[in-house]
Nanobody, 124 residues
Framework: QVQLAESGGGLAQAGGSLRLSCAAS????????MGWFRQAPGKEREFVAA????????LYSASAQGRFSLSRDNAKNTIYLRMNSLKPEDTAVYYC?????????????????WGQGTQVTVSS
């Protein structure tokens, strides 16, 4: 079992930045593929970014590419999502997820564990 706790959400202005963190516990973190998803009101949950067990490979959605950066610190059992050049359309609840597959994983149903989510609101 893995417990995930997100932090770092909040209110930002368009063009601003936020850094989300996700701390994991309960299983060997370095064996897990990790990812971020988001869900806006009335919309389905969508993939944002994913990182492999070592951090050597990352993958981003088209909307995140070039603006967001995902990294991990296996010594701290934590991943970080740096979000720059934020847009109002980035407003959503952001969820951290962990997969027993140690690779980059983009499908929602390929993740085994989920955090409770953290709200990100971007004002124009």
């Amino acid at each position: 079992q893995v417990q995930l706790a997100e932090s770092g959400g909040g209110l930002a202005q368009a063009g601003g930045s936020l850094r989300l963190s996700c701390a994991a516990s309960g299983r060997v973190f370095s064996n897990l593929g990790m990812g971020w998803f988001r869900q806006a009101p009335g919309k389905e949950r969508e993939f944002v970014a994913a990182i492999s067990w070592s951090g050597g490979r990352t993958l981003y959605s088209a909307s995140a590419q070039g603006r967001f950066s995902l990294s991990r610190d296996n010594a701290k059992n934590t991943i970080y999502l740096r979000m720059n050049s934020l847009k109002p359309e980035d407003t959503a609840v952001y969820y951290c997820a962990a997969s027993r597959r140690p690779f980059v994983v983009i499908k929602t149903d390929s993740y085994d564990y989920w955090g409770q989510g953290t709200q990100v609101t971007v004002s124009s």
